[in-house]
Antibody, heavy 124, light 109 residues
Framework: QVQLVESGGGVVQPGRSLRLSCAAS????????MHWVRQAPGKGLEWVAL????????NYADSVKGRFIISRDNSKNTLFLQMNTLRAEDTAVYYC?????????????????WGQGALVTVSS | QTVVTQEPSLTVSPGGTVTLTCASS?????????PNWFQQKPGQAPRAVIY???NKHSWTPARFSGSLLGGKAALTVSGVLPEDEAEYYC?????????FGTGTKVTVL
């Protein structure tokens, strides 16, 4: 069965960096694009970034563009989110999610499977 | 910056029908926005319900359906069950990015 397990969350000071990982199993990771989505405490969902199945294409929300970098290691079935220059408003649970259709580089087919999330708290 | 708006809350009786909508600040929602719908219960990760306007995932119960209605994306739940009580979010593709809706809290009472 499909499993997505996030790790790397924690408490970090404003202006510092943190890297999240998402370990994937149960499907052919190299064939699917992947998303990061976040949810601030008590708030709604916010899309963060998308990477294509082959890692060639990346898209970001305006709120994180220039600060966050999405990447993947297909040899290790792992997705990453490098978060730099963190701000208090980046405090959230971060979810990784799989694109529904294989070889869908633009993510049009949406998100099907989600991880359980990793909490990132940005505070001094 | 696209804003996607949903009803803040809706209440439905068990066995009844409820329709949630999803509107875009940029104009009418079309199939080209590839609307998705997600269900989220307290303390849980979101669960996908509908993709590309009206397509169900393998786990989506038959009582859930998606459509376009009056320039908006819509999610209809027919024969509502108590376990359908949750927050529901739509997601639209807009100009190379994705935007979640504001969310609708559905109460089954």
């Amino acid at each position: 069965q499909v499993q997505l397990v996030e790790s790397g969350g924690g408490v970090v000071q404003p202006g510092r960096s943190l890297r999240l990982s998402c370990a994937a199993s149960g499907f052919s990771f190299t064939d699917y694009g992947m998303h990061w989505v976040r949810q601030a405490p008590g708030k709604g969902l916010e899309w963060v970034a998308l990477i294509s199945y082959d890692g060639r294409d990346e898209n970001y929300a305006d709120s994180v563009k220039g600060r966050f970098i999405i990447s993947r290691d297909n040899s290790k079935n792992t997705l990453f989110l490098q978060m730099n220059t963190l701000r208090a408003e980046d405090t959230a649970v971060y979810y990784c999610a799989k694109v529904t259709f294989y070889y869908d580089s633009s993510g049009y087919s949406g998100l099907d499977y989600w991880g359980q999330g990793a909490l990132v708290t940005v505070s001094s | 910056q696209t804003v996607v708006t949903q009803e803040p809350s809706l209440t439905v009786s068990p066995g009844g029908t409820v329709t949630l909508t999803c509107a875009s600040s940029t104009g009418a929602v079309s199939s080209g926005s590839f609307p998705n719908w997600f269900q989220q219960k307290p303390g849980q990760a979101p669960r996908a319900v509908i993709y590309s306007t009206s397509n169900k995932h393998s786990w989506t119960p038959a009582r859930f359906s998606g459509s376009l209605l009056g320039g908006k994306a819509a999610l209809t739940v027919s024969g509502v069950l108590p376990e359908d009580e949750a927050e529901y979010y739509c997601l639209l593709y807009s100009g190379g990015a994705f935007v979640f809706g504001t969310g609708t809290k559905v109460t089954v009472l």
